[in-house]
């Protein structure tokens, strides 16, 4: 991926991070960085085909990244702006060649969900978390996003991603408007992470439950306990 645009991307890199106070660990790109950064050619080469929604920039001691969030929006039939699709990329900007360290991309479901037919999906970033939770000195991000059905996000999906050197963990929810609508998914290799991130991911579940975006099974956090991989109310 060694073109003139990476180069650019680099240059303009340095120049950013040397306006960061050293103590930040993260920051968000303001719209006109975006442009400057995100060329045309860049965003072809790192596949990213729909509009840019925000971009943070983190460092740790692996380097500088950039964590760039696209969404795509359609029109329903009742002619409101929803969206259908979201990719997001991690990249490793530390040299002049830089890295894609992580992607994922995600949809409505086109038959719709367990419980409801899906309109929209994108990413909840108040609940972003770029942090370095368990201090070895690199940060492991934390990503959410959902969908919403006829109820919205009551009968939605929600998603908690992290990535531990670079390996993706996911936790999935079905969310309902009756008790038995609703489940919880763990992956197994979410119970190898260090305690600390599984807590902070906890933590993380228990502030989409307080904004009333999710209710999980009821006693989900014994469940997690005991490494449940699959959870409801039965």
């Known amino acids: 991926m060694k073109t003139t645009s990476f180069l650019l991307l680099y240059l303009l890199l340095l120049s950013a991070i040397a306006q960061e106070q050293e103590e930040s ?4 790109l303001h719209e006109a960085q975006v442009e400057d950064y995100f060329t045309q050619e860049l965003r ?7 509009p840019i929604f925000r971009v943070y920039g983190f460092k740790d001691k692996l380097g500088t ?11 329903n039939n009742a002619h409101e702006t929803k969206l259908d699709s979201i990719r997001a ?19 409505i479901l086109s038959e719709g969900n367990q419980v409801s037919e899906e309109y929209s999906i994108w990413f909840w970033t108040k609940f972003l978390k770029l942090e370095d939770i368990d ?5 492991e991000p934390i990503l959410v996003y959902g969908t919403s059905g006829i109820n919205g996000t009551d009968d939605g999906r929600v998603k908690l991603l992290t990535f531990y050197h670079g390996e993706k963990k996911a936790i999935r929810h079905q969310n309902g408007t009756l008790d038995h609508e609703r489940n919880t998914q763990v992956d197994k290799s979410f119970y190898e992470l260090p305690i600390a991130i599984q807590q902070r991911i906890k933590e993380v579940m228990q502030e989409i439950s307080t904004h009333n975006l999710a209710i999980f099974p009821s006693g989900w ?3 997690m306990q005991k490494k449940t991989l699959k959870f409801d109310e039965n």
Do not use: R
Not at 44 to 50: A, G
């Open 25 to 28: 660990y993260y920051w968000q």
């Open 44 to 50: 072809q080469e790192l596949n990213i085909t729909y």
């Open 65 to 75: 990244h950039y964590l760039v969030l696209s969404e795509h929006a359609y029109y």
């Open 89 to 107: 990329v991690c990249i490793n900007v530390s040299n002049e060649n830089p890295v894609l360290e992580w992607s994922i991309n995600d949809f």
């Open 135 to 139: 201090k070895d000195g690199i940060i």
């Open 221 to 223: 956090q014994e469940a």
